[in-house]
C-alpha cells in the first residue's frame, strides 16, 4: 500500500492511496468465496457455482465488498501510521474501479482536528457583574412559595374574582345553533388564565353563585376550527361554585415542610439559594466573556464534523430538559431542522472555545490529577444524587474518562486565565456588551 498525504486546509487532508495489484485479487478472491456459499444460481448446487457463473451474476456484489474491504483496511491503519488527528468520516472523492490483475487507488478527505497554538492570553481586561441582593427579594421568592402550595378551597362570597376558579355549566351557541365542543358540564375555570376564548374569563368574573348569564365573545380570526373563526358566538353559562386559593401561613410551621426548624431558617436559605443562583450566573457570564475575548484573539477554523457533534449534543440537552418536563421541542417549534440554524454560531464558538482552553492547558503544562478526577466524579455523584460507585462504573470506560479529563483540564485553563486576568466588578447595567438574555443551549 502506498499513501500520499496532501493538505487541504488546517482542518482538511487528502489521502491518495494505491493498493497492489496482489492484494486486490486476494480480496476479490475471499469475496467470491464469500458468495459462493449462499449463491443462488439455477442449475447449481449452493456452494457448488463455479466461479466464471459468480462473476456474470455477482461481480457487482463482489466490487462492492472489496471496495469496501479495501477502503476499511488501508484508510485507518493509515491514520495511525501518518498520526493523523481524524475527527469525522471519510470523504472518498475518487476511486478506481476494482479491476483483477490491477491496482486499486482512491482518494479520500477527512477533517482534522486543528492543530491551535493560542496566544495573547493572559493579562486579559474582563468585566464581571458586581453581585447585588435585590431588595425585597426573600419576601417574594416566600410569597411564591406559599401560593406554590395554596389550595383550592369553596369561599363563601358571592361574587367571583380574577383568581377565582369556578365551576361553571356552558352551552355555547352561533346563529342560535349549537356547535360542536361548544357544551361542558361541571367545567373548572380559573378566570385569569386565558384558557377559554379572548373576553369569556371577563364577563364570567362578577358573576354569582347560582346566576345564570349569557356571554357574547367573537371567536379569533385564526382560531383552529375553521368554521368558528371570526364568527359571533353566545354562550349560556351557568355559576355554580366559587372557589379560591388559600395559602397556608408564613410561620415555623410551613419551614418544617422543607425540613427546617423555623421560619428564619427558610428565609435564610432563600437569600442564600438565590446568592448560590445568581453567583454561579455571573461566574458564568465571565467565563463567557473570558473564552469569547480568547477567540477573539485567537480566530481559528473548525471542522464541520465537530460543530454537528457539538449541535447534537447541545440539542439532545434541550430534549432531556423538556422531556423531564413532559415537554418536547416540537410543541414550541424547535425541532432539528430550525435548531441547527439558529445554534449554529453557538456551536462554532463553544468548539472554538473548547480547543483554544486545550491548547493552552497544554502549552501550560496543566496537568489532572487522580485525586482532582476522583474529586470530580464525587461532584457529579452529589449533584445527581446517584451512588458514587455506580458514577465511578460509568466514567470507568476510556471515552467516558477522556471527556472527563478533557473537562477538568478546561475548567482548570479557564481557573489559570482568571488568575492571570484584570477583573472589574461592575452594576449590572454598565456591563459591556451585555447579551440580550438568550439561554445558553
Not at 367573537?218 to 388559600?246: H, M, R, S
Not at 467565563?287 to 447534537?312: A, D, G, T
Not at 474529586?375 to 444524587?385: D, Q, S, T, V, Y
Amino acid at each position: 500500500m502506498n499513501v500520499k498525504v496532501e493538505e487541504v486546509s488546517s482542518i482538511k487532508k487528502k489521502l491518495i492511496f494505491e493498493v497492489a495489484a496482489e492484494q486486490v485479487d486476494k480480496e476479490i478472491q475471499k469475496a467470491f468465496r464469500k458468495i459462493g456459499k449462499t449463491a443462488k444460481v439455477k442449475g447449481f448446487r449452493p456452494g457448488k457455482v463455479p466461479q466464471s457463473v459468480l462473476e456474470k451474476y455477482y461481480g457487482g456484489q463482489m466490487e462492492q465488498d472489496v471496495l469496501r474491504q479495501l477502503i476499511n483496511d488501508t484508510y485507518f491503519k493509515a491514520l495511525a501510521e501518518q498520526q493523523i488527528p481524524a475527527v469525522g468520516e471519510p470523504n472518498i472523492v475518487d476511486s478506481s474501479g476494482v479491476i483483477k490483475g490491477e491496482a486499486f487507488t482512491y482518494e479520500a478527505e477527512v477533517e482534522i482536528k486543528p492543530d491551535v497554538n493560542a496566544k495573547d492570553y493572559t493579562g486579559l481586561s474582563l468585566q464581571k457583574e458586581e453581585f447585588v441582593m435585590p431588595e425585597g427579594l426573600v419576601a417574594e421568592r416566600l410569597e411564591e412559595l406559599l401560593q406554590s402550595r395554596a389550595q383550592l378551597e369553596p369561599t363563601t362570597r358571592k361574587k367571583a374574582r380574577e383568581g377565582d376558579t369556578v365551576v361553571i355549566d356552558y352551552a355555547g351557541r352561533v346563529d342560535g345553533e349549537l356547535f360542536e365542543g361548544g357544551q361542558g358540564e361541571d367545567f373548572s375555570l380559573e378566570l385569569g388564565s386565558s384558557t377559554f376564548i379572548p373576553g369569556f374569563e371577563d364577563q364570567v368574573a362578577g358573576m354569582k353563585r347560582e346566576e345564570e348569564r349569557v356571554i357574547e365573545v367573537t371567536f379569533p380570526e385564526d382560531y383552529g376550527q375553521k368554521d368558528l373563526a371570526g364568527q359571533l358566538a353566545q354562550f349560556t353559562v351557568n355559576l355554580k361554585e366559587i372557589k379560591e386559593k388559600t395559602a397556608p401561613k408564613a410561620n415555623d410551621d410551613f419551614a418544617k415542610e422543607f425540613g427546617l426548624d423555623t421560619l428564619a431558617d427558610l428565609k435564610k436559605e432563600l437569600e442564600e439559594g438565590h446568592r448560590r443562583q445568581e453567583t454561579g450566573r455571573v461566574d458564568n457570564d465571565l467565563r463567557e466573556r473570558l473564552v469569547q475575548e480568547i477567540i477573539e484573539r485567537n480566530p481559528i477554523e473548525v471542522p464541520e464534523s465537530m460543530v454537528e457533534k457539538q449541535l447534537q449534543y447541545m440539542y439532545q440537552n434541550i430534549v432531556n430538559r423538556m422531556q423531564s418536563q413532559g415537554m418536547s421541542p416540537e410543541m414550541l417549534g424547535m425541532g432539528w431542522e430550525t435548531f441547527q440554524p439558529q445554534y449554529r454560531e453557538t456551536a462554532i464558538s463553544q468548539v472554538q472555545g473548547s480547543l483554544l482552553l486545550e491548547a493552552i492547558a497544554d502549552q501550560e503544562k496543566l496537568e489532572v490529577e487522580d485525586a482532582e478526577i476522583d474529586g470530580k466524579l464525587e461532584e457529579i455523584a452529589a449533584m445527581a444524587n446517584a451512588p458514587l460507585d455506580a458514577v465511578k462504573k460509568h466514567y470507568a470506560g476510556s471515552e467516558s474518562k477522556s471527556g472527563l479529563v478533557a473537562q477538568i483540564k478546561e475548567e482548570k485553563a479557564i481557573s489559570f486565565l482568571l488568575e492571570k486576568a484584570n477583573v472589574e466588578e461592575v452594576p449590572a447595567e454598565k456591563l459591556a456588551g451585555d447579551k440580550s438574555g438568550e439561554e445558553d443551549a
